[in-house]
């Protein structure tokens, strides 16, 4: 993985020592709290329900044993002894002290880590796919890609104050597991006819109170010519966007309000007057970037093990996370594993310092010292054999990290909602807890099937309502809180928007109605048809009819 270098080193120690002095002045009452509120934003640094809470980066999902021994000291040390794994591939922390938080980047930044540009109008934390640089069906590896981006964007002089805050996100697949439309730029790595690497461009995408899709304006931009591309497209938001109104100020209602075509046409006029300047990375700086992604030296082995064999013939919960936790990997004989951060009735995407230490150590006894999140709040071994997976399960389930369900409905995605967003309507995480403790069955939910239920607690969409299979959305309903039904949507290739079934419901109400909704495509679904292709397939009304037919 990338390694700083002294120069890296120097702006992230300069930084902390800034910030250092500008708490010391809040704490002093030198700065006012509203003189201090954009100095801490800079530095990821929130202030939440009842306290404060740092977004940590860590970019493009990565992390080795030592990074992830860190996150734990922390939680530790300075939090409750936790921390929440978000959808954009940072760590929060719910609970630090204020006094304590340049310690706490200072700690950071002795294993190469940050929360510069994980909050504000500026370009933030770019994702991938977790599994890239293991995947089987990668096209290349999309992080080395988003460590050219992020060493670009980071501290761009231009782009610290844009409209609104940017979002990109980038596969090396053609299956998406980054959830590529939904950002306000999507990449796609590809390869033209000549074999030459190269992106397709999608812009406009984002969730919040106006979802939509983003659209593709440039199916190959060389990989030379990228920063280019991308500079042209960020110097036309820039530009253009709106700043009177924040709720427009979005890449996505400049790409709507002016129109794909016309959108695309400025970038690439931008795009011509700028890329035979000085911004592209030469071949050899590439080439020096993608060696700190080569692939693991992993021997060939065996894709039979008999000690998987025996151990799945006799225990259905292992058999079930050898099926569901597992992904192809490139070399045979190995496997990625999903960690699943969903124990059933918990809190998803958290984990415990004494998780986080365990997650650490089996990393780098059987995974090349490195560990993924996902978007799906979810954490990886990307590179596995498939002979260790009995030790590596046996050392999880005793930690209670053993569940099955990655892929099935309870593995839920939810935000924090009003247990500590004060931005929020309503309760997240209680629903999420509610519905894994109604679906507990886990021969159950294998008979369900693929189905992601995604939960935020207002409208600015953090839970990616809007891309569940089912969607939860927490609304105010004269001073209660009330939970709106969507179904249909996708984070994927095949992305689309989520749509209201009918009126919203109370918490008890919301859970019944998810299980009506399940029982219903039970009924109707054909032979191993999805969730998602039943739906499709059967629009809106038959659910519709399931869940209020008898009120
Ligand atoms: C608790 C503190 C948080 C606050 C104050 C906050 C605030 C916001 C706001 C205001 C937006 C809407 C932005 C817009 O549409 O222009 C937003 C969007 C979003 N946030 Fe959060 N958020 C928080 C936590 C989280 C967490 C924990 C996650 C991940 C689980 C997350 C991931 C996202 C995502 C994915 C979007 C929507 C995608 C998009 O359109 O950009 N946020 N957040
Ligand atoms: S969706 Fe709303 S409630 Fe949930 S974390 Fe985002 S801003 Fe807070």
Same mark, same amino acid.
């Given at each position: 993985?990338?390694?700083?270098?002294?120069?890296?080193?120097?702006?992230?120690?300069?930084?902390?020592?800034?910030?250092?002095?500008?708490?010391?002045?809040?704490?002093?009452?030198?700065?006012?709290?509203?003189?201090?509120?954009?100095?801490?934003?800079?530095?990821?640094?929130?202030?939440?329900?009842?306290?404060?809470?740092?977004?940590?980066?860590?970019?493009?999902?990565?992390?080795?044993?030592?990074?992830?021994?860190?996150?734990?000291?922390?939680?530790?040390?300075?939090?409750?002894?936790?921390?929440?794994?978000?959808?954009?591939?940072?760590?929060?922390?719910?609970?630090?002290?204020?006094?304590?938080?340049?310690?706490?980047?200072?700690?950071?930044?002795?294993?190469?880590?940050?929360?510069?540009?994980?909050?504000?109008?500026?370009?933030?934390?770019?994702?991938?796919?977790?599994?890239?640089?293991?995947?089987?069906?990668?096209?290349?590896?999309?992080?080395?890609?988003?460590?050219?981006?992020?060493? +670009?964007?980071?501290?761009?002089?231009?782009?610290?104050?844009?409209?609104?805050?940017?979002?990109?996100?980038?596969?090396?697949?053609?299956?998406?597991?980054?959830?590529?439309?939904?950002?306000?730029? $999507?990449?796609?790595?590809?390869?033209?006819?000549?074999?030459?690497?190269?992106?397709?461009?999608?812009?406009?995408?984002?969730? $919040?109170?106006?979802?939509?899709?983003?659209?593709?304006?440039?199916?190959?931009?060389?990989?030379?010519?990228?920063?280019?591309?991308?500079?042209?497209?960020?110097?036309?938001?820039?530009?253009?966007?709106?700043?009177?109104?924040?709720?427009?100020?979005?890449?996505?209602?400049?790409?709507?309000?002016?129109?794909?075509?016309?959108?695309?046409?400025?970038?690439?006029?931008?795009?011509?007057?700028?890329?035979?300047?000085?911004?592209?990375?030469?071949?050899?700086?590439?080439?020096?970037?993608?060696?700190?992604?080569?692939?693991?030296?992993?021997?060939?082995?065996?894709?039979?093990?008999?000690?998987?064999?025996?151990?799945?013939?006799?225990?259905?919960?292992?058999?079930? +996370?050898?099926?569901?936790?597992?992904?192809?990997?490139?070399?045979?004989?190995?496997?990625?594993?999903?960690?699943?951060?969903?124990?059933?009735?918990?809190?998803?995407?958290?984990?415990?310092?004494?998780?986080?230490?365990?997650?650490?150590?089996?990393?780098?006894?059987?995974?090349?010292?490195?560990?993924?999140?996902?978007?799906?709040?979810?954490?990886?071994?990307?590179?596995?054999?498939?002979?260790?997976?009995?030790?590596?399960?046996?050392?999880?389930?005793?930690?209670?990290?053993?569940?099955?369900?990655?892929?099935?409905?309870?593995?839920?995605?939810?935000?924090?909602?009003?247990?500590?967003?004060?931005?929020?309507?309503?309760?997240?995480?209680?629903?999420?807890?509610?519905?894994?403790?109604?679906?507990?069955?886990?021969?159950?939910?294998?008979?369900?099937?693929?189905?992601?239920?995604?939960?935020?607690?207002?409208?600015?969409?953090?839970?990616?309502?809007?891309?569940?299979?089912?969607?939860?959305?927490?609304?105010?309903?004269?001073?209660?809180?009330?939970?709106?039904?969507?179904?249909?949507?996708?984070?994927?290739?095949?992305?689309?928007?989520?749509?209201?079934?009918?009126?919203?419901?109370?918490?008890?109400?919301?859970?019944?109605?998810?299980?009506?909704?399940?029982?219903?495509?039970?009924?109707?679904?054909?032979?191993?048809?999805?969730?998602?292709?039943?739906?499709?397939?059967?629009?809106?009304?038959?659910?519709?009819?399931?869940?209020?037919?008898?009120?």
């Amino acid at each position: 993985m990338y390694a700083y270098d002294t120069f890296d080193h120097a702006m992230v120690n300069a930084r902390v020592e800034e910030f250092r002095d500008q708490v010391a002045r809040r704490l002093s009452g030198e700065l006012t709290e509203e003189e201090f509120r954009p100095l801490r934003l800079m530095n990821g640094l929130y202030l939440q329900l009842h306290a404060y809470m740092l977004r940590v980066a860590v970019p493009y999902g990565t992390l080795n044993s030592r990074q992830m021994r860190r996150l734990a000291h922390i939680a530790r040390k300075y939090d409750k002894g936790y921390g929440h794994f978000t959808t954009r591939q940072n760590i929060q922390y719910n609970w630090p002290k204020l006094v304590d938080a340049p310690d706490i980047l200072a700690d950071l930044a002795e294993v190469e880590m940050h929360a510069i540009q994980t909050s504000g109008n500026c370009i933030r934390n770019v994702t991938t796919d977790q599994f890239a640089g293991a995947a089987h069906d990668e096209v290349a590896d999309p992080r080395a890609t988003a460590e050219i981006i992020r060493q +670009w964007s980071t501290f761009h002089p231009e782009f610290s104050f844009l409209p609104r805050k940017f979002k990109i996100a980038i596969t090396g697949a053609p299956k998406d597991r980054a959830a590529v439309k939904w950002h306000d730029i $999507g990449l796609v790595l590809k390869k033209n006819e000549t074999g030459e690497l190269g992106v397709e461009v999608l812009v406009g995408g984002g969730m $919040g109170r106006t979802p939509v899709i983003a659209k593709t304006i440039a199916n190959f931009v060389p990989e030379s010519e990228m920063l280019s591309y991308l500079e042209a497209i960020l110097r036309v938001y820039n530009e253009q966007g709106r700043r009177d109104n924040k709720y427009k100020a979005r890449i996505k209602i400049l790409v709507e309000d002016t129109g794909t075509e016309e959108f695309k046409r400025l970038v690439e006029e931008e795009y011509e007057a700028i890329r035979a300047g000085f911004i592209d990375v030469p071949a050899e700086e590439v080439a020096r970037i993608r060696q700190f992604f080569a692939p693991p030296p992993l021997p060939v082995l065996a894709d039979e093990d008999a000690g998987l064999d025996a151990l799945a013939a006799a225990d259905f919960r292992f058999r079930a +996370w050898v099926k569901n936790n597992t992904f192809a990997h490139k070399v045979p004989g190995h496997v990625s594993v999903t960690i699943s951060l969903k124990p059933h009735g918990g809190i998803p995407g958290d984990a415990t310092d004494a998780q986080m230490d365990l997650v650490a150590d089996i990393a780098e006894e059987y995974s090349q010292d490195e560990v993924r999140v996902s978007h799906e709040q979810n954490l990886i071994l990307p590179h596995v054999a498939k002979r260790d997976l009995v030790a590596i399960w046996q050392k999880l389930d005793a930690a209670g990290l053993g569940a099955a369900n990655v892929g099935l409905l309870t593995d839920i995605i939810a935000c924090p909602g009003l247990d500590y967003c004060s931005l929020a309507n309503a309760r997240s995480i209680p629903i999420a807890q509610a519905i894994t403790n109604r679906f507990d069955d886990l021969k159950r939910l294998e008979d369900i099937g693929q189905l992601k239920i995604k939960i935020s607690g207002c409208i600015n969409s953090c839970g990616h309502h809007h891309a569940g299979h089912i969607g939860i959305l927490g609304v105010d309903r004269k001073g209660e809180e009330n939970y709106q039904l969507l179904l249909g949507g996708s984070g994927e290739e095949d992305a689309s928007k989520a749509a209201i079934l009918g009126p919203g419901f109370d918490e008890h109400g919301i859970v019944d109605a998810v299980e009506k909704v399940v029982t219903a495509y039970m009924g109707e679904r054909k032979e191993g048809e999805t969730f998602l292709a039943a739906y499709r397939r059967l629009g809106p009304d038959v659910f519709k009819e399931a869940v209020y037919g008898a009120r």
